[in-house]
């Protein structure tokens, strides 16, 4: 695994995003890798939890890599729509418990990534938010489904319209995270002693309580579908190279609705 450092102990797995030059944003080499992980999860009978985190202090995952969104066709764009989004539902689905340890930056596909965990808990140095609309696009793992559902519609859309980041507090508050913790150190215990706890308990219960709950949310409506139309019809505007380019550019964009 070239994007990812992998721990095993006590049945539970942890998993390091490392892609620290880049933030660890989500390329499709990161994603594929991810999705071989989360399978094997899946499928090893020994295994009964995992843990995901980002490497180093700055950032959890600071979105898609968006030197490579730059360059998606529209079909590409909704083919990586449809099978990003499969991968995120596999998350949500997993039959063990899945908990997120964000260390810093969670936006744009970060944000999404954590929101597809059963657990959220920060550092008090991370943030979040959706900035996707700043590139002239929308989120496209599910994140106009999921960030709706935990925080409520009103303060969902505003995020995502506004690109604003939130604090860790503000996101504990809000109902987004969990747990907030004061350092990295921290954060491992806690994310640690809450999966021994559940691991404890009955594997099938735990199977049955992930299921039931998540059956309540329907992904088979039409909102997971009209986001990844909508995400891959954002990536054929003039708007969204314009987007793209000016943060490759480090500069302002500056956007016509084309
Ligand atoms: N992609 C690629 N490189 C990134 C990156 C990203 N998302 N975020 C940071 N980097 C790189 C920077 O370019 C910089 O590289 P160099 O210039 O040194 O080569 C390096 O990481 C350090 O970043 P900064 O110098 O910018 O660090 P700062 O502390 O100044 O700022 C920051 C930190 C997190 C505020 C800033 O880096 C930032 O704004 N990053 C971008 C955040 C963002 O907009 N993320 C959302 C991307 S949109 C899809 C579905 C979903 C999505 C995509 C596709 N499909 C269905 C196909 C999701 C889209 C998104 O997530």
Known sequence: MRNFQIQYSNKVLTVTISRPKALNALNAELLEELNDIIQELYQNNDTRGLILTGDGDKAFVAGAD???L???TQEQALELAKSGQALFKKIEDCPK???AAVNG???GGGCELAMSCHIRIATENAKFGQPEINLGIIPGYGGTQRLTQLVGRGK???LMLTADQISAQEAKLLGLVNHVVSNRDELMSTANAIMNKIVSKSPLAVANIIK???AGFGFENAGYATEAEC???STATNDFKEGTKSFIEKRQPSFTGR
């Open 66 to 68: 968006i030197k490579e």
């Open 70 to 72: 730059a360059l998606l």
């Open 97 to 99: 418990p899945i908990i």
């Open 105 to 107: 930056f969670a936006l």
């Open 156 to 158: 969902a859309l505003e």
């Open 212 to 214: 039931s709950v998540n």
């Open 231 to 233: 995400f891959a019809a």
